[in-house]
């Protein structure tokens, strides 16, 4: 959740650190910081709240001289948000400085094991205990590496970590275990971050460093060690996203840019993955779909809603059963898991800690994984046996919304493949699904012309204190994703339930101007979704409808409704899904919220 980012080069480093923390801020954070090298000392610079505080406190970095330097975002783990709880951290001896994101297990053992060597601690954090263990193996080696390398093999837990050391001048170490990092470098200088926006506008050329490895980042040079110091060999890749990419593009926020994206981002992953109205998907070949006698779908939030929501698509075009599971959970109930079934991992950013855990507890059953994310060469991505990405790019506003809607698409593109080879559907089926799917990105944009109308209701409904959402079978998944949206940005209260639920005890919530939202867009369920919205407006709910052109007759019993074009009911769900993505978008704003970076919530979750 944390964001990292390094330089070392010719110009002033604190601006260029700044700037970079900006471009993390979607990541969720509490409080910055920075350490410079300024000559003979680290020069430290914290400060509590938003970066906006670090910038005053440094004159936008021009105050602080040197041009190597780490900086840092963070998101409060251990210890509350406070200035000695922020990073960068300063060990004991004034000789190591540390930036770290991800948890330390077992920050307790080590840390009163230090104190027993005659550490002192100033912070609640276990950062700081990292710090001064590099510390101490570095009084007793003074070697950098080795006191990287010692500390890495008795912390448990996940850390992306960058240490200036106060011998070496001009260099920046770094170590990583199952927290994202990626290392560029660029006219005769060398960059680390967290993740890709942080340092897009100075270089495309970056390098992924594996787990358990470490590197020396040197002006315009970078080196790459194992875990017993040895130098290894790295690759260095391009990035393809555009740096504006990452820009409001005249929005006033980027959730709001980032919805109006989705047509696009469906439609270069529809094109990146059918050919000559087919389906080709070369990535997984040696994948052998034809004996998949069960999918388990793992995921967390937003793409565990685009696992429901596959679910019932799956399920009814290939006949083969499918469970969908939290990924928080999946690894800790010892789920059973049999030779032919598949485990589909989906995540935005392919670096959620819950979701790449039950990947490897996956593998480790010896079971075929698939990776669906956005991010390439994130940490699933590179341990799934097969990976699908999304084409969304770079999504900043913490709410996802392009990323959800190329998620569905990669979902309904697969049910459609195994469903053919599976013999569930001919090719004229086959060549009928393909056209749907293509049209998908037009009719969302007619979807977005509508906008002004759900903006007019968000106004009349900016204090409501609780909204529900229901729907039955696909409209229940799609209910569930508005729900998290709402909340997630409005910080209203919402739920959603499986119509059919509603009298098993929340109806008992249902009171005099209650807003309920029934998404209506399944034509063998629609009458009794309505009969379940009416015993609600009976008890003085205000009713809202999502439903398909046609459906006028619903205008009798919902007070306000919104229209999505026709499309086969196994897809609609991606147009259902934009009015209450613009409904909660429009809510919080009529609130005055911070729309993409709410309170509590980080966009890349790499802890558990």
């Known amino acids: 959740m944390c964001g990292i980012v390094g330089f070392n080069g010719n110009q002033q480093a604190a601006p260029i650190l700044l700037e970079g923390l900006s471009k993390l801020e979607y990541r969720g954070y509490d409080s910055a910081g920075i350490a410079v090298r300024n000559q003979n000392h680290l020069e430290i610079v914290k400060a509590k709240g938003r970066l906006k505080s670090l910038m005053e406190k440094t004159n936008e970095g021009q105050s602080v001289i040197g041009t190597c330097g780490i900086g840092h975002t963070r998101w409060a783990t251990h210890g509350e948000p406070s200035e000695d709880n922020a990073h960068p951290h300063m060990s004991f001896?004034?000789?190591?400085?540390?930036?770290?994101?991800?948890?330390?297990?077992?920050?307790?053992?080590?840390?009163?094991?230090?104190?027993?060597?005659?550490?002192?601690?100033?912070?609640?954090?276990?950062?700081?205990?990292?710090?001064?263990?590099?510390?101490?193996?570095?009084?007793?080696?003074?070697?950098?590496?080795?006191?990287?390398?010692?500390?890495?093999?008795?912390?448990?837990?996940s850390y992306a970590l960058a240490v200036l050391f106060q011998d070496y001048e001009e260099k920046i170490f770094v170590a990583r275990k199952d927290s994202p990092m990626i290392l560029g470098i660029a006219n005769n200088e060398s960059y680390v971050a967290s993740d890709?926006?942080?340092?897009?506008?100075?270089?495309?050329?970056?390098?992924?460093?594996?787990?358990?490895?470490?590197?020396?980042?040197?002006?315009?040079?970078?080196?790459?060690?194992?875990?017993?110091?040895?130098?290894?060999?790295?690759?260095?890749?391009?990035?393809?996203?555009?740096?504006?990419?990452?820009?409001?593009?005249?929005?006033?926020?980027?959730?709001?840019?980032?919805?109006?994206?989705?047509?696009?981002?469906?439609?270069?992953?529809?094109?990146?993955i059918i050919k000559d109205n087919a389906i080709v998907l070369d990535a997984l070949n040696g994948l052998d779909i034809e004996s998949i006698s069960q999918i388990h779908f793992v995921a967390c939030g937003s793409a565990w809603h685009v696992s429901m929501a596959c679910q019932y698509i799956m399920e009814d075009l290939t006949k083969i059963p499918v469970r969908v599971e939290?990924?928080?959970?999946?690894?800790?109930?010892?789920?059973?898991?049999?030779?032919?079934?598949?485990?589909?991992?989906?995540s935005q950013s392919g670096e959620t800690a819950d979701s790449l855990a039950a990947l490897r507890l996956a593998k480790e059953k010896g079971i075929p994984t698939?990776?669906?994310?956005?991010?390439?060469?994130?940490?699933?991505?590179?341990?799934?046996?097969?990976?699908?990405?999304?084409?969304?790019?770079?999504?900043?506003?913490?709410?996802?919304?392009?990323?959800?809607?190329?998620?569905?698409?990669?979902?309904?593109?697969?049910?459609?493949?195994?469903?053919k080879i599976?013999?569930?559907?001919?090719?004229?089926?086959?060549?009928?699904?393909?056209?749907?799917?293509?049209?998908?990105?037009?009719?969302?944009?007619?979807?977005?012309?509508?906008?002004?109308?759900?903006?007019?209701?968000?106004?009349?409904?900016?204090?409501?204190?609780?909204?529900?959402?229901?729907?039955?079978?696909?409209?229940?998944?799609?209910?569930?994703?508005?729900?998290?949206?709402?909340?997630?940005?409005?910080?209203?209260h919402s739920e959603a339930y499986a119509a059919g639920e509603l009298k098993h005890g929340a109806i008992s919530l249902i009171e005099d101007g209650t807003l309920l939202i029934g998404v209506c867009t399944q034509a063998g369920l629609y009458e009794k979704t309505m009969s379940n919205m009416v015993e609600c407006k009976s008890r003085g709910a205000y009713l809202m409808a999502v439903a398909p052109y046609g459906y006028y007759q619903i205008?009798?019993?919902?007070?306000?409704?919104?229209?999505?074009?026709?499309?086969?009911?196994?897809?609609?769900?991606?147009?259902?899904?934009?009015?209450?993505?613009?409904?909660?978008?429009?809510?919080s704003v009529s609130k005055g919220l911070d729309v993409d970076k709410p309170r509590n919530l980080a966009k890349s979750v790499t802890v558990e």
């Open 555 to 587: 205008e009798d019993t919902a007070n306000f409704v919104t229209y999505v074009p026709r499309v086969d009911e196994h897809f609609i769900g991606s147009l259902a899904v934009i009015p209450l993505q613009l409904l909660a978008y429009y809510l």
């Open 196 to 272: 890709v926006p942080a340092i897009l506008k100075y270089t495309r050329n970056v390098y992924y460093i594996g787990n358990q490895e470490m590197a020396c980042l040197e002006k315009g040079s970078i080196c790459f060690y194992n875990l017993d110091g040895e130098e290894i060999e790295k690759e260095c890749a391009e990035i393809q996203w555009d740096a504006q990419a990452a820009e409001k593009g005249g929005y006033q926020h980027f959730m709001m840019k980032e919805i109006h994206e989705q047509p696009k981002a469906v439609e270069d992953t529809l094109n990146s």
């Open 422 to 492: 599976h013999h569930q559907i001919n090719e004229e089926q086959y060549i009928y699904y393909i056209q749907e799917l293509l049209s998908l990105p037009k009719k969302m944009e007619r979807v977005l012309e509508d906008k002004e109308r759900l903006q007019w209701f968000a106004s009349k409904y900016s204090n409501a204190k609780d909204v529900f959402f229901i729907g039955r079978g696909l409209d229940y998944a799609i209910s569930l994703e508005g729900s998290l949206k709402l909340k997630e940005i409005s910080y209203i």
């Open 326 to 346: 939290l990924a928080s959970e999946f690894r800790y109930r010892n789920p059973i898991l049999k030779e032919n079934d598949l485990v589909i991992i989906i």
């Open 370 to 419: 698939l990776a669906i994310v956005n991010v390439l060469g994130s940490s699933i991505a590179r341990e799934a046996d097969y990976v699908l990405y999304t084409l969304a790019g770079p999504e900043i506003s913490v709410a996802t919304t392009k990323a959800y809607s190329a998620q569905l698409i990669i979902g309904y593109i697969l049910a459609i493949e195994i469903a």
């Open 93 to 157: 001896h004034d000789q190591v400085v540390t930036v770290h994101n991800g948890i330390i297990e077992n920050y307790q053992e080590l840390k009163d094991r230090l104190i027993k060597e005659g550490y002192v601690f100033y912070s609640q954090t276990d950062t700081e205990v990292a710090t001064n263990l590099i510390d101490f193996y570095y009084y007793q080696t003074k070697d950098p590496l080795q006191a990287l390398s010692q500390a890495m093999m008795r912390i448990r837990g």
